[in-house]
């Protein structure tokens, strides 16, 4: 419409001459003139109102939407945050449900491995805590025994003791002990609490803890069998050449008993609950030993329960049991050898004591037969 007023307005706006040269003279131009600035008027004005109401409504409608346009940016936007923060949930969540499931999975792992009932064998804490105080007091009987050879044996090497009083003491030890037999011999009043532990060896071979009578019966099954100490010297006489002579002997016979006395400690040690400087007041060596060995040798409800239990050991827990198993055939054998020293010891008393007195016997027939020979000669020179 605008295009058909803007080429009405540029015909008109043609010279007479021109518009002569296109339109025929005899159009009446002059008529319709004013009907053409008329419509070209009302057109205009009804643009212009057109204009103004389009623009009012522009004006009206334009902030709305914008705002319409900014609340669905807005919507958009929020939708976006929801669709990431649950798409961040989900990850999150997917992890930590990963995480959970790795980690329930180590430790059902670490559970069979390592765990008390699957992975660690027969009462690990048990183990550790026995295996411990048998080292510790193995440890602490070793050092003690020495001293035990000197302070409780009456015939004990060094050992210088008035042979009445050391003889009282030790009929006064064996009372405690008495036997049926001994009462009613009148050597003793009453029968002992434990009758007859003083001459038996096999009192040796009882565990008993320190403050045991029994352990004092094994001193006394020691005593009995070493017999009494050697007299003691008299003052004023310590440089004269029979004291010298004495002493040299006492070393000898020491020498000679001290391996028979250590081994005899060694046994009553083992068998006794001695409080040591490591271990305390504890069971014995060989009842801590005993107790092991009746687990794995069967025949003992410790046994039957050791073996309920490894029947649920995993791998793990069976190479634990076998190298305990292993451990405990390594400190036998580690006992045994110390036995076996022992004895070899007592065999070289023996031999020694052997040619001792094969030398001595020697020497006296050697004597005798010089003794013979000077006679003879004094007869013949006599005559």
């Not at 009405?8 to 003139?33: D, E």
């Not at 923060?85 to 559970?111: F, G, L, W, Y």
């Not at 083992?270 to 060995?293: H, P």
Request: charged share 20%; net charge positive; aromatic share 6%.
């Amino acid at each position: 419409m605008k295009k058909l007023l803007a080429m009405a307005c540029v015909l008109m706006s043609i010279p007479s001459a021109s518009f002569a040269y296109v339109c025929p003279r005899t159009y009446p131009m002059a008529v319709h003139y004013t009907l053409f600035e008329t419509a070209n008027g009302a057109i205009s004005q009804g643009i212009a109102q057109v204009d103004i109401g389009l623009s009012s409504l522009l004006n009206y409608y334009s902030p709305r939407v914008e705002a319409a346009l900014a609340t669905l940016a807005k919507q958009k936007a929020y939708s976006s945050k929801q669709i990431a923060d649950v798409t961040r949930a989900v990850a999150q969540q997917i992890a930590n449900a990963r995480k959970a499931t790795s980690k329930k999975t180590r430790r059902i792992k670490a559970r069979y491995d390592y765990g008390k009932e699957f992975g660690q064998g027969y009462e690990p804490c048990l183990q550790v805590a026995v295996r411990q105080a048998m080292t510790t007091r193995q440890t602490d009987m070793d050092a003690i025994r020495s001293q035990r050879v000197t302070t409780e044996v009456l015939g004990g090497p060094g050992n210088y003791r008035n042979q009445t009083q050391a003889r009282r003491e030790l009929m006064q030890a064996n009372r405690k002990f008495c036997t049926q037999d001994q009462v009613d011999s009148g050597f003793c009043d009453v029968v002992g609490g434990f009758p007859g532990a003083s001459v038996n060896v096999t009192t040796l071979f009882q565990s008993a803890p320190d403050d045991n009578p029994i352990t004092e019966a094994k001193n006394t099954v020691i005593n009995n069998m070493i017999g009494l100490p050697d007299d003691e010297i008299m003052k004023g006489s310590e440089n004269s050449a029979q004291t010298a002579a004495y002493v040299a002997a006492k070393a000898r016979k020491d020498a000679l008993l001290s391996p028979a006395i250590n081994s005899l400690k060694a046994i009553q040690l083992d068998y006794s609950g001695t409080a040591g400087t490591e271990s305390g007041k504890d069971k014995s060596v060989a009842a801590l030993f005993d107790e092991e060995i009746k687990r794995y040798g069967g025949n003992s409800e410790e046994h039957d329960r050791w073996a309920s239990v490894l029947r649920a050991q995993y791998e793990h827990g069976l190479m634990i049991e076998l190298l305990r198993a292993q451990g405990l055939k390594l400190a036998l054998q580690h006992k045994h050898y110390q036995q076996l020293e022992r004895m070899e010891a007592v065999l070289a008393t023996i031999v020694a004591n052997e040619v001792q007195g094969a030398g001595v016997d020697a020497l006296s027939e050697a004597s005798a037969e010089r003794a013979s020979m000077g006679q003879k000669a004094t007869s013949i020179q006599s005559r």
